[in-house]
Structures are given as C-alpha cells and as structure tokens.
C-alpha cells in the first residue's frame, strides 16, 4: 500500500507562486509516473502535470503549460509542482496520484493511476 501526502497549498493573488509537495510512503516502485490532477467546485477532476517514475519525461495540461513545472527527488519519493503566474481559474483541490503502471498513452487518464493523496486547496483570488 501506498500513502500519499500532498502540501503547500493555500491563498495566493493572481500573478503570484506556490509549490504543492506529494511524498508518497508506504513502498516505493521505480515505474510508471506520478502526476497531479485537480478539482474545481461543480466541476470533473483534470489532468494538471505529470512525470515519469524513471526518466525525465513530463507532460503538462495544455492551460498550465510554461507556467507549472513538475519536477521529482526519487531518493525522497517526493514530487512537486512549482505554480508561477496563477489565474483565478487555477483554483481547484489539487491532488497528486501515482501509479506503477501508468504509460505515455495513459499519463492524463486519471483511471491510470492507483494511489491518490487526500488534496490540498489552492486559492488565486485578489
């Protein structure tokens, strides 16, 4: 079993930063991805970001591209995601996921993914 914790989250003004940490325990598995999703009141939970367990693949929702970046410390079985520029719009739960058996074709299928944190509130309003 895994266990994910996810934090970092809170109130922030558009154009500012945050960064969302996920440290997953329980076991480690050195395939697949890890990746973030969220969750906005009313409505489905989207695919955010997410990278590959071994290599140095990412893959960013077509709304966050150039302004989140994910990165992962493997020694911490830990993954982040630094938010730059945030919009109103970004504000969601954001929850990280992971799963050993995720491929590129499936990285944004949230279906793909076994584990998931309990979330954490991001907040963009002035």
């Known amino acids: 079993q895994v266990q994910l914790v996810e934090s970092g989250g809170g109130l922030v003004q558009p154009g500012g930063s945050l960064r969302l940490s996920c440290t997953a325990s329980g076991r480690s598995f050195n395939n697949g991805a890890m990746g973030w999703f969220r969750q906005a009141p009313g409505k489905e939970r989207e695919f955010v970001a997410a990278i590959h367990r071994l290599g140095r693949s990412t893959y960013y929702a077509d709304s966050v591209k150039g302004r989140f970046t994910i990165s992962r410390d493997n020694a911490k079985n830990t993954v982040y995601l630094q938010m730059d520029s945030l919009k109103a719009e970004d504000t969601a739960v954001y929850y990280c996921?992971?799963?050993?058996?995720?491929?590129?074709?499936?990285?944004?299928?949230?279906?793909?993914?076994?584990?998931w944190g309990q979330g954490t509130q991001v907040t963009v309003s002035s």
């Open positions: 996921a992971a799963g050993s058996g995720v491929i590129t074709s499936s990285v944004r299928n949230g279906a793909a993914y076994n584990y």
